[in-house]
């Protein structure tokens, strides 16, 4: 195992480096000079009320300075990474707060050995110097199915503790009141983590390994084994199981759990989770809850108690009533409380309806006769370009994007599936691309040849005879076709075009298209003669410049789109021929714009970020652009 990269200044003081800069960046905290102890800026508020201090080693941000503020900690003690803190340091943070007038001082300490021999020490010094000092010891882990002598690790149910504590601390309570209904909450809650990954101290290497496969069950916050090694599982399953495992009866250190109860929740990042991965597990968890019938009254997301980098959650749960949540509800002023809107948690939240559909567009003639017909003949081939084209296009987009065009623009055809669909559902168009692509015997398919899918120029072509294919798999403008007649006018047809793409097709590919298509329509109400066509292109293609930034030369599909325009302005002169003047945009133009951007210097796009020595093929944007100019052209043709 190799050493883990990690983003400090040192790795000896990387712990005081991260005090001094929570510090640094809110008035409301000071350092106590000499020790690694962070405290509130206005301690003389402390006057006549009880001291909060909690702290443990580092590697846990934001806990524990992050809770320091009105409502919350007086102070907290920092030791090193998963180090408890000195004693000494602790009696420096007891004394301070004494000496600004606190009534009595609560140690709330993790269920560590360090951290109760080190904190208990100072605790018995300060009494000694005649200060009144408690100490409440949280373990809220849920892990362990027999009772161990050590109890409870403290986990991130502590937080919840910071809380109520600080609330009944800043309305006045005594000690004794605090110290009572803390020690009540502790036992009406539990906690279980879950990791992907180990995490690692700077400097050194992680404190376990876990396969490639595996998620580790029940783990502590310093990378402590847990109680079981899972295969990687859906997050919904992972949850059901953290659950079932924190409320089984069977296991010692169990949360009681029944129907009705009402509870906060909090789902804790261990340090590495994404946040989307965070807000899936919420969103299940919360789910999964209320099928149990419990009510959450509060739901925490975020990072409250991290174990460095791990990659992983911990699901926290307290039992509540009505008293309890107010004082989870109270003001603080913590920079790590979230301050959001305070309410129950729920599945089922009310939606609010779309708004409808313009009468222009909702209420449209159906569109019949000839030009239906041809309409439906070339959008019947745009979709069998685009399917055929998704294996060259992933190709051609790995050096310069995220290996997706083909997926985007199959998605325009396809519809609803966001994979890549298999050889079983999908018609064996494969064959046509090359002997890359798909072995005969797979399909009875003829290889494309030596060219692979290339014109005898040299330039890229679509592949002939794809069309057959589409009647195997329904495509989504097939099956929009299919479901109500085209509408009336070249304009609508566009306007609704734009809209299914912006729906199907995603990324950015689809909103280019989108706003091609929805300018478009713009020069063609009322109107369908050849120069309004020329008319069409160039505001398409001036909605795609004034809105994504690119220009011809950028290396992007409007160096074809460009192309094509230039050569379609010639339908404005008198006696025009649609197809011949469309032929030459296309091969003369678009095909031959298309092959040159492999020559090109990215300007414009995810491209514009690589070295111009590494974009050695064309740009997949306008290969496509490209293709489905010569889908139009063979669908008129044809």
Same mark, same amino acid.
């Given at each position: 195992m190799e050493v883990p990269k990690k983003l400090v200044c040192s790795v000896a003081s990387c712990a005081e480096d991260a005090l001094a800069g929570l510090v640094a960046c809110n008035p409301g905290l000071q350092l106590l000079r000499g020790h690694r102890v962070a405290l509130r800026s206005d301690l003389d508020a402390l006057r006549g009320r009880v001291a909060l201090l909690s702290g443990g080693g580092s590697g846990h941000e934001p806990a524990h300075a992050g809770y320091i503020g009105k409502g919350m900690l007086s102070g907290v003690v920092a030791g090193a990474i998963f180090t408890s803190p000195a004693v000494g340091s602790i009696l420096a943070a007891i004394r301070a707060v004494t000496e600004a007038g606190a009534v009595g001082t609560l140690l709330i300490v993790k269920n560590y050995t360090g951290d109760r021999l080190n904190f208990g020490l100072a605790l018995e010094r300060a009494r000694a110097e005649g200060a009144d000092v408690r100490m409440v010891v949280v373990g809220d882990d849920c892990a362990f199915a027999s009772q161990k002598k050590a109890g409870?690790?403290?986990?991130?149910?502590?937080?919840l503790v910071h809380k109520v504590a600080g609330a009944m601390a800043e309305a006045g309570a005594s000690l004794d009141e605090i110290v009572t209904r803390v020690s009540a909450v502790t036992k009406a809650m539990g906690t279980l983590g879950l990791s992907l990954s180990p995490c690692s101290v700077p400097g050194s290497k992680p404190t376990f390994q876990l396969a490639s496969d595996e998620m580790e069950l029940g783990l502590g916050i310093h990378g402590e084994a847990g109680v079981r090694r899972m295969k990687v599982m859906p997050a919904d399953e992972a949850v059901e199981t953290m659950l079932a495992h924190m409320t089984d009866p069977s296991?010692?250190?169990?949360?009681?759990?029944?129907?009705?109860?009402?509870?906060?929740?909090?789902?804790?990042?261990?340090?590495?989770?994404?946040?989307?991965?965070?807000?899936?597990?919420?969103?299940?968890?919360?789910?999964?809850?209320?099928?149990r019938g419990v009510c959450i009254a509060r739901a925490l997301v975020g990072s409250f108690m991290t174990a460095l980098e791990m990659a992983g959650i911990s699901l926290t749960l307290l039992l509540v009533d009505e008293e309890l949540l107010r004082l989870i509800d109270a003001e603080t002023t913590a920079m790590a409380w979230p301050n959001v809107v305070t309410g129950p948690a729920t599945s089922q939240r009310p939606e609010v309806a779309?708004?409808?559909?313009?009468?222009?567009?909702?209420?449209?003639?159906?569109?019949?006769?000839?030009?239906?017909? $041809? !309409? /439906?003949?070339?959008?019947?081939?745009?979709?069998?370009?685009?399917?055929? =084209?998704? +294996?060259? %296009?992933?190709?051609?987009?790995?050096?310069?994007?995220?290996?997706?065009c083909g997926h985007t623009h199959a998605r325009a055809a396809r519809g609803g599936c966001w994979g890549t669909p298999s050889k079983d559902t999908v018609p064996p168009i494969c064959s046509l691309l090359g002997p890359h692509s798909c072995p005969q015997s797979r399909h009875g398919g003829r290889p494309a040849g030596p060219q692979e899918g290339q014109s005898p120029s040299g330039r890229l072509r679509v592949p002939v005879g794809i069309a057959p294919a589409?009647?195997?798999?329904?495509?989504?403008?097939?099956?929009?076709? $299919? !479901? /109500?007649?085209?509408?009336p006018s070249p304009a609508?047809?566009?306007?609704? =075009?734009? +809209?299914? %793409?912006?729906?199907?097709?995603?990324?950015?590919?689809?909103?280019?298209?989108?706003?091609?298509?929805?300018?478009?329509?713009h020069p063609l109400h009322n109107r369908s003669d050849l120069p309004a066509w020329a008319d069409a292109v160039d505001a398409g293609?001036?909605?795609?410049?004034?809105?994504?930034?690119?220009?011809?030369?950028?290396r992007t599909m409007l160096d074809a789109l460009c192309?094509?325009?230039?050569?379609?302005?010639?339908?404005?002169?008198?006696?025009?021929?649609?197809?011949?003047?469309?032929?030459?945009?296309?091969?003369?133009?678009?095909?031959?714009?298309?092959?040159?951007?492999?020559?090109?210097?990215?300007?414009?796009?995810?491209?514009?970020?690589?070295s111009s020595a590494q974009l050695l093929q064309p740009d997949p944007g306008a290969v496509a652009a490209a293709a489905v100019l010569r889908a139009v052209l063979e669908g008129l043709q044809g």
């Open positions: 409870r690790r403290g986990l991130c149910g502590t937080v296991n010692a250190s169990h949360l009681p759990l029944s129907p009705g109860a009402s509870v906060v929740l909090v789902v804790n990042n261990l340090g590495g989770l994404s946040c989307l991965e965070l807000s899936i597990v919420a969103g299940v968890a919360v789910r999964s809850l209320e099928r779309a708004p409808k559909e313009a009468m222009e567009t909702a209420k449209q003639v159906p569109s019949t006769g000839p030009g239906m017909e $041809r !309409a /439906q003949k070339v959008l019947a081939r745009v979709c069998s370009t685009l399917l055929g =084209l998704q +294996d060259k %296009l992933n190709e051609l987009d790995r050096a310069a994007g995220d290996g997706d589409l009647s195997l798999h329904p495509t989504a403008i097939q099956e929009w076709m $299919r !479901a /109500q007649p085209l509408p609508h047809l566009f306007s609704a =075009l734009a +809209d299914l %793409l912006l729906d199907k097709m995603g990324g950015s590919s689809g909103v280019l298209y989108g706003l091609f298509l929805t300018a478009a329509a293609i001036e909605a795609m410049q004034r809105y994504g930034g690119a220009a011809p030369g950028d192309a094509a325009a230039q050569a379609l302005r010639a339908l404005r002169s008198p006696g025009a021929d649609l197809l011949t003047v469309l032929a030459s945009a296309v091969e003369q133009s678009a095909e031959a714009a298309a092959e040159s951007t492999r020559h090109m210097e990215a300007g414009a796009g995810r491209a514009s970020y690589i």
